[in-house]
T-cell receptor, first 112, second 112 residues
């Protein structure tokens, strides 16, 4: 039982490049979310999903796309990376009826 | 506009003493509150939560108090241990929506 697995752990991108941050969970949780953490800013919600085929925007969705084709996976796509997207990204999941999200260990992304 | 505020960026206490971390919120729709703990290079881990129908919830050394009229909650850790040294995030959600809004965090240092 791996919980929430995020890959890669570290990534450096050049401005304008695209990439996908992967998030996989083996707990059969319906709800999955992506957060970014910036110094002095706490965690901010980017996108979330309440089940396969259903996604919605969070607080800071611009520049990111998501899709949810399976219960297990919730990838986050950066279409054209910008230095402002330099951050630590966390994927989080929870089961229905519980507010206690389980977080992955994060992906540290640097855009140069 | 910051809806969840943790006004103390850092707090230092001696081992064995009480640690009190504070959190204020402005959104009256919030009715569920959580505390997360985060070590460096790891994802946040769920610590304790409280619903707005209660004013206190206890779990071992950790107690959360909620004052709805003041829109204030606090986390008490007694006794504090060096292993409690971490960043603590306060989070809140409205009852019908599981999207969490986080504060900016408080770095707790427990000195031996």
């Amino acid at each position: 039982n791996a919980g929430v697995t995020q890959t890669p752990k570290f990534q450096v991108l050049k401005t304008g490049q695209s990439m996908t941050l992967q998030c996989a969970q083996d707990m059969n949780h319906e709800y999955m979310s992506w957060y970014r953490q910036d110094p002095g800013m706490g965690l901010r919600l980017i996108h979330y999903s309440v089940g396969a085929g259903i996604t919605d925007q969070g607080e800071v969705p611009n520049g990111y796309n998501v899709s949810r084709s399976t219960t297990e996976d919730f990838p986050l796509r950066l279409l054209s990376a910008a230095p402002s997207q330099t951050s630590v990204y966390f994927c989080a999941t929870r089961t229905g009826g519980s507010y206690g999200y389980t977080f992955g260990s994060g992906t540290r992304l640097t855009v140069v | 506009d910051q809806q969840v505020k943790q006004n103390s960026p850092s707090l230092s206490v001696q081992e064995g003493r009480i640690s009190i971390l504070n959190c204020d919120y402005t959104n009256s729709m919030f009715d569920y509150f959580l505390w997360y703990k985060k070590y460096p290079a790891e994802g946040p881990t769920f610590l304790i939560s409280i619903s707005s129908i209660k004013d206190k919830n206890e779990d071992g050394r950790f107690t959360v108090f909620l004052n709805k009229s003041a829109k204030h909650l606090s986390l008490h850790i007694v006794p504090s241990q060096p292993g409690d040294s971490a960043v603590y995030f306060c989070a809140a959600a409205p009852g019908s929506n599981y999207k969490l809004t986080f504060g900016k965090g408080t770095l707790l240092t427990v000195n031996p």
